[in-house]
Protein backbone atom coordinates (compact mmCIF):
# COMPACT_ATOMS: atom_id res chain seq x y z
CA UNK A 1 0.00 0.00 0.00
CA UNK A 2 1.52 3.71 -1.25
CA UNK A 3 2.31 5.92 1.42
CA UNK A 4 -0.43 8.84 1.63
CA UNK A 5 1.16 12.12 1.05
CA UNK A 6 1.50 14.67 3.39
CA UNK A 7 0.42 18.28 3.07
CA UNK A 8 3.22 20.47 3.58
CA UNK A 9 2.74 22.91 6.56
CA UNK A 10 3.00 26.91 4.89
CA UNK A 11 2.98 28.70 7.63
CA UNK A 12 2.20 32.78 6.97
CA UNK A 13 2.40 32.09 2.98
CA UNK A 14 -1.07 32.65 0.86
CA UNK A 15 -1.29 29.49 -0.70
CA UNK A 16 0.83 26.77 -1.06
CA UNK A 17 1.85 23.38 -2.69
CA UNK A 18 -0.87 22.00 -0.45
CA UNK A 19 -3.38 24.28 -2.18
CA UNK A 20 -4.82 25.15 1.58
CA UNK A 21 -5.31 28.79 1.92
CA UNK A 22 -5.33 30.71 5.12
CA UNK A 23 -8.08 32.54 5.93
CA UNK A 24 -6.79 35.78 5.41
CA UNK A 25 -6.07 34.92 1.62
CA UNK A 26 -9.36 33.99 1.29
CA UNK A 27 -10.81 37.16 3.18
CA UNK A 28 -8.65 39.30 0.96
CA UNK A 29 -9.91 37.90 -2.53
CA UNK A 30 -13.55 37.77 -1.39
CA UNK A 31 -13.16 41.51 -0.65
CA UNK A 32 -11.24 42.29 -4.39
CA UNK A 33 -14.71 40.88 -5.61
CA UNK A 34 -16.32 42.37 -3.55
CA UNK A 35 -14.21 45.92 -4.68
CA UNK A 36 -13.87 45.33 -8.05
CA UNK A 37 -18.13 45.10 -8.52
CA UNK A 38 -18.54 48.52 -6.86
CA UNK A 39 -15.50 49.49 -9.23
CA UNK A 40 -17.61 48.34 -12.22
CA UNK A 41 -21.06 49.82 -11.25
CA UNK A 42 -19.50 53.20 -11.42
CA UNK A 43 -20.31 55.68 -13.74
CA UNK A 44 -17.46 57.83 -14.57
CA UNK A 45 -13.89 57.52 -14.38
CA UNK A 46 -12.95 59.63 -11.51
CA UNK A 47 -15.69 57.73 -9.36
CA UNK A 48 -14.06 54.57 -9.85
CA UNK A 49 -11.04 55.67 -8.78
CA UNK A 50 -12.87 57.21 -5.99
CA UNK A 51 -14.24 53.93 -5.08
CA UNK A 52 -10.85 52.20 -5.52
CA UNK A 53 -9.15 54.39 -3.11
CA UNK A 54 -11.87 54.54 -0.08
CA UNK A 55 -12.00 50.40 -0.72
CA UNK A 56 -8.29 49.77 -0.77
CA UNK A 57 -7.86 52.75 2.46
CA UNK A 58 -10.67 51.51 4.50
CA UNK A 59 -9.99 47.27 4.20
CA UNK A 60 -6.21 47.90 4.46
CA UNK A 61 -6.65 50.68 7.31
CA UNK A 62 -4.15 52.90 5.81
CA UNK A 63 -3.34 56.58 6.57
CA UNK A 64 -3.52 57.13 2.84
CA UNK A 65 -4.55 55.62 -0.68
CA UNK A 66 -3.92 57.10 -4.07
CA UNK A 67 -4.96 56.30 -7.50
CA UNK A 68 -2.97 57.53 -10.38
CA UNK A 69 -3.89 56.83 -14.55
CA UNK A 70 -1.87 58.42 -16.64
CA UNK A 71 1.50 56.97 -18.34
CA UNK A 72 4.80 56.96 -16.36
CA UNK A 73 6.99 59.99 -16.23
CA UNK A 74 4.02 62.76 -17.12
CA UNK A 75 1.82 64.26 -14.64
CA UNK A 76 -1.54 62.08 -14.48
CA UNK A 77 -4.42 62.53 -16.07
CA UNK A 78 -6.56 61.38 -13.24
CA UNK A 79 -5.85 60.85 -9.22
CA UNK A 80 -7.94 59.88 -6.70
CA UNK A 81 -6.80 60.00 -2.86
CA UNK A 82 -8.28 58.41 0.53
CA UNK A 83 -6.52 60.00 3.46
CA UNK A 84 -7.25 59.10 7.21
CA UNK A 85 -9.52 61.96 8.48
CA UNK A 86 -6.88 64.11 10.67
CA UNK A 87 -4.96 64.67 7.20
CA UNK A 88 -4.99 66.81 4.55
CA UNK A 89 -4.95 65.52 0.62
CA UNK A 90 -1.86 66.16 -1.21
CA UNK A 91 -1.57 68.53 -3.60
CA UNK A 92 -0.33 67.61 -6.92
CA UNK A 93 3.72 68.28 -6.67
CA UNK A 94 3.88 65.85 -3.69
CA UNK A 95 1.76 62.61 -5.76
CA UNK A 96 4.28 63.64 -8.62
CA UNK A 97 7.35 63.59 -6.22
CA UNK A 98 5.56 60.35 -4.53
CA UNK A 99 5.19 58.79 -7.73
CA UNK A 100 8.67 59.63 -8.68
CA UNK A 101 9.87 58.02 -5.64
CA UNK A 102 7.63 54.78 -6.02
CA UNK A 103 9.18 54.17 -9.76
CA UNK A 104 12.58 54.17 -8.09
CA UNK A 105 11.70 51.44 -5.58
CA UNK A 106 12.94 47.85 -6.49
CA UNK A 107 10.16 45.48 -7.46
CA UNK A 108 9.53 42.61 -5.22
CA UNK A 109 8.05 39.16 -6.71
CA UNK A 110 4.95 40.07 -6.91
CA UNK A 111 5.99 43.70 -8.23
CA UNK A 112 4.87 45.21 -4.96
CA UNK A 113 6.95 48.54 -4.71
CA UNK A 114 8.31 49.05 -1.04
CA UNK A 115 9.55 52.18 0.07
CA UNK A 116 10.04 53.80 3.87
CA UNK A 117 10.24 57.19 5.07
CA UNK A 118 14.26 56.94 5.25
CA UNK A 119 14.21 56.90 1.42
CA UNK A 120 12.56 60.34 0.77
CA UNK A 121 11.15 63.18 2.61
CA UNK A 122 7.96 63.79 0.24
CA UNK A 123 6.51 60.09 2.62
CA UNK A 124 7.30 62.18 6.11
CA UNK A 125 5.50 65.75 4.35
CA UNK A 126 2.54 63.13 3.72
CA UNK A 127 2.43 61.91 7.70
CA UNK A 128 3.66 58.52 6.20
CA UNK A 129 6.68 55.87 7.69
CA UNK A 130 5.92 53.14 5.05
CA UNK A 131 4.35 52.84 1.76
CA UNK A 132 3.40 49.94 -0.56
CA UNK A 133 2.81 50.72 -4.55
CA UNK A 134 1.75 48.70 -7.73
CA UNK A 135 2.15 49.80 -11.14
CA UNK A 136 -0.96 49.28 -13.17
CA UNK A 137 -0.59 47.81 -16.74
CA UNK A 138 -2.06 48.56 -20.15
CA UNK A 139 -2.84 45.33 -20.92
CA UNK A 140 -3.28 46.54 -25.05
CA UNK A 141 0.30 48.12 -25.05
CA UNK A 142 1.69 46.20 -22.05
CA UNK A 143 2.94 50.14 -20.93
CA UNK A 144 2.68 51.07 -17.58
CA UNK A 145 -0.31 53.24 -17.20
CA UNK A 146 -1.19 54.23 -13.52
CA UNK A 147 -0.35 53.45 -10.15
CA UNK A 148 -2.14 52.34 -6.94
CA UNK A 149 -0.52 53.24 -3.39
CA UNK A 150 -1.18 52.67 -0.03
CA UNK A 151 0.50 53.77 3.04
CA UNK A 152 0.57 53.64 6.87
CA UNK A 153 1.59 56.81 9.31
CA UNK A 154 3.80 53.84 11.11
CA UNK A 155 5.97 51.41 9.84
CA UNK A 156 4.12 48.69 8.55
CA UNK A 157 5.25 44.86 7.64
CA UNK A 158 4.13 44.33 4.25
CA UNK A 159 3.00 41.21 3.17
CA UNK A 160 2.32 39.37 -0.04
CA UNK A 161 -1.17 39.40 0.18
CA UNK A 162 -1.53 43.43 0.73
CA UNK A 163 0.37 43.55 -3.03
CA UNK A 164 -1.70 41.24 -5.07
CA UNK A 165 -4.65 42.96 -3.65
CA UNK A 166 -3.79 45.99 -4.55
CA UNK A 167 -2.88 44.83 -8.41
CA UNK A 168 -6.06 42.99 -8.99
CA UNK A 169 -8.07 46.46 -7.46
CA UNK A 170 -5.70 48.34 -9.65
CA UNK A 171 -5.79 46.12 -12.88
CA UNK A 172 -9.98 46.12 -12.73
CA UNK A 173 -9.71 50.10 -12.15
CA UNK A 174 -8.04 50.53 -15.24
CA UNK A 175 -9.55 48.34 -17.29
CA UNK A 176 -13.08 50.21 -15.86
CA UNK A 177 -11.63 53.62 -17.03
CA UNK A 178 -10.60 52.06 -20.40
CA UNK A 179 -14.23 50.90 -20.78
CA UNK A 180 -15.83 53.74 -19.81
CA UNK A 181 -13.53 56.12 -21.86
CA UNK A 182 -14.20 54.09 -25.37
CA UNK A 183 -17.94 53.86 -24.44
CA UNK A 184 -17.88 57.84 -23.91
CA UNK A 185 -16.04 58.01 -27.59
CA UNK A 186 -18.24 55.80 -29.25
CA UNK A 187 -21.24 57.88 -28.01
CA UNK A 188 -19.38 61.26 -28.73
CA UNK A 189 -18.60 60.38 -32.31
CA UNK A 190 -22.06 59.31 -33.06
CA UNK A 191 -21.70 57.51 -36.11
CA UNK A 192 -24.84 55.80 -37.55
CA UNK A 193 -24.77 53.52 -40.43
CA UNK A 194 -26.65 55.02 -43.18
CA UNK A 195 -29.26 52.57 -43.97
CA UNK A 196 -30.56 51.29 -40.69
CA UNK A 197 -29.79 54.20 -38.47
CA UNK A 198 -28.13 52.24 -35.83
CA UNK A 199 -25.11 53.60 -34.34
Known sequence: MAPVPQAESQGGSGAGKSGIYTAETLRDLSKISEVNQKIFRQQTPR???????????????????????????????L??????????????????????????????ELGGLMVESGDGSVLAELGLESALGVIITDKETQAPAGMLICGHARRHKWRPNEAYFLQAI???????????????????????????GLS
Open 170 to 196: GDQMLMSVSHTRLRSLVRRMGVSDERT
Open 79 to 108: TAEFCASDLKPAPIAQVVLLLALMEKAEPD
Open 47 to 77: AMLNTAVNEVGSYLRATRSLAVVGAAGRPPE
